[in-house]
Structure formats: structure tokens, C-alpha cells
């Protein structure tokens, strides 16, 4: 995607292909995009609530190291049982919410819009999560601290979650290494590998892989259970996308192989 398109596309809002993005396209497109500007806001909203009702100083660093402890933990907890659970999208109610926030990332991962979480569940569910952790150590203030946390790390782990499904190779190893883990859960086998900046709870939970070496490829890695059979069984993503679901994502067909072995030492 040329440089010029992909300007348009901030003003016309048409998709971003990360596939076919350089870094500083990318740059252009994560700071201008609205759910990240959101975000943003919310952070800077933390900080006044915090210091509104500040806890104190040592309240408000246990608050941020907690959260930092934490979010990893609970990342994997609902990308591995929620995100690739199988129930959602076998009720007709649940089945938009499922596809929105996992599906459709998978079906293609290389798509900015579907990349990043919708702030309508990703808010409630860090609110959820670190609101209680911060007002249980100081209060509101303490809360307001825990929440500003995870929203800035949320905006982290987006940022670096770009990275990965970029059209590019990043100079520094660790990198390189993060990059190369989360391909695999992509174009590899998805029951693995579910971390996005670290993957220390998949080695505990035992579901971290090397390499594509490491177990055979997954038939199901891009439609993650919901194949055809299944559509025909519980039709409502299927009639929400249009079309049956792909065993192959449109982006992957030129990038599937290379990022899998290219850095997997």
C-alpha cells in the first residue's frame, strides 16, 4: 500500500493492510486512530482522578506494579478460554460480539480496523479487572490509578500487537523473537502462543512453541473452529460476515512461512 492510500485512508476511513504498511505509516495510523485517542484521554482523565483523590505514594506504585503484574495473567486467561473459546459464537446473541473481537482477526489478521479491541468491551473489561486490584490497595485513587495503568497498557501491548502483523522486520532481537512467537499463533497453530510482549504465562500454562517444528500445523489456526460445518450449525457469524469462513486470510497468502522460521532461534 502506497503512502498516499494509506493517507487517504486516515481521512476517508477506509481499512489499513499492516501487511502492505511500512513503521512510519503505522505510526501515523496508531496515533491518529480514534479508539487509541480514546484511550489516550482516559489515561490523562486517570491521572487527574488519581491525583483528585490521590492514595498516597506508596498506594499509588503497589496499584501500578499490580496492574503491571497482573494484565499479563489475565490477557492470557481470556484470549486462550474467551477470545478462542467455542461458546460465544454458538449463540445468536453472542455470536456479533465473538466475531468482532476475535474472528474477524484472525479470518485477517493483517486488518488495523479488527486489530484492535472495540473500547465498548476492552473498557469494561479492564475496568473490571483493575479497578477492584487498585481501590482494595488505596481507594478511588488508587482505582483510578490502577484503571489510567491498564489503559496504558493496553495502548502498549496494541502498539507492539501492530508490530507483529506489520510489513516489517525490527532491528532489536527481542523484537524480532516477539514477532516471530505470535506468527506462529497466527499462521502456525492457534491453541499457543497466546501472549502478545511476553510470553511467560504460556510457558507456565505450558502452551508456549519455539517453531513451526515444534507440533504440525493447525487446520483450524484461521477460522479457529468455526469452519464450515460449524456455520452450517450455528449460521449467525457466518450471516453477519456474508460468506462462509476462509481457511486461508487473503493477507497471509504472501507473508505466511517467512516470520514463522525467520527469527525462531
Not at 493496553?154 to 507492539?160: A, D, G, K
Request: proline share 5%.
Amino acid at each position: 500500500m502506497s503512502g498516499t492510500l494509506n493517507n487517504q485512508s486516515l481521512k476517508t476511513g477506509r481499512s489499513f493492510d499492516l501487511g502492505k504498511m511500512n513503521l512510519k505509516q503505522l505510526w501515523v495510523a496508531y496515533l491518529t486512530y480514534p479508539t487509541i485517542l480514546l484511550y489516550f484521554a482516559l489515561v490523562v482523565a486517570s491521572i487527574v482522578a488519581a491525583a483528585h483523590f490521590f492514595a498516597g505514594w506508596s498506594a499509588t506504585l503497589v496499584s501500578i506494579v499490580a496492574v503491571i503484574l497482573v494484565y499479563p495473567l489475565a490477557w492470557y486467561l481470556l484470549h486462550r478460554y474467551v477470545l478462542h473459546g467455542r461458546l460465544l459464537y454458538k449463540m445468536k446473541w453472542t455470536a456479533s460480539l465473538w466475531k468482532r473481537i476475535h474472528f474477524d482477526h484472525h479470518q485477517d489478521p493483517h486488518l488495523l480496523d479488527v486489530l484492535f479491541g472495540a473500547p465498548v468491551t476492552t473498557l469494561p473489561t479492564i475496568a473490571i479487572i483493575t479497578g477492584p486490584i487498585g481501590y482494595l490497595i488505596g481507594g478511588w485513587g488508587a482505582a483510578a490509578t490502577a484503571f489510567g495503568t491498564g489503559v496504558a497498557i493496553t495502548c502498549i501491548y496494541e502498539f507492539f500487537h501492530c508490530i507483529q502483523h506489520l510489513n516489517y522486520k525490527p532491528s532489536a532481537a527481542w523484537i524480532q523473537r516477539m514477532k516471530a512467537r505470535h506468527v506462529l499463533h497466527h499462521f502456525h497453530d492457534e491453541d499457543g502462543n497466546f501472549g502478545i510482549t511476553s510470553f511467560v504465562v504460556d510457558r507456565l500454562f505450558g502452551s508456549y512453541y519455539l517453531d513451526a517444528k515444534a507440533r504440525p500445523r493447525s487446520p483450524t489456526v484461521f477460522n479457529l473452529g468455526y469452519d464450515v460445518q460449524e456455520a452450517k450449525r450455528f449460521p449467525w457469524v457466518m450471516k453477519l460476515t456474508g460468506s462462509p469462513p476462509r481457511d486461508r486470510p487473503d493477507g497471509a497468502r504472501t507473508s505466511t512461512a517467512k516470520p514463522s522460521t525467520q527469527h525462531a532461534a
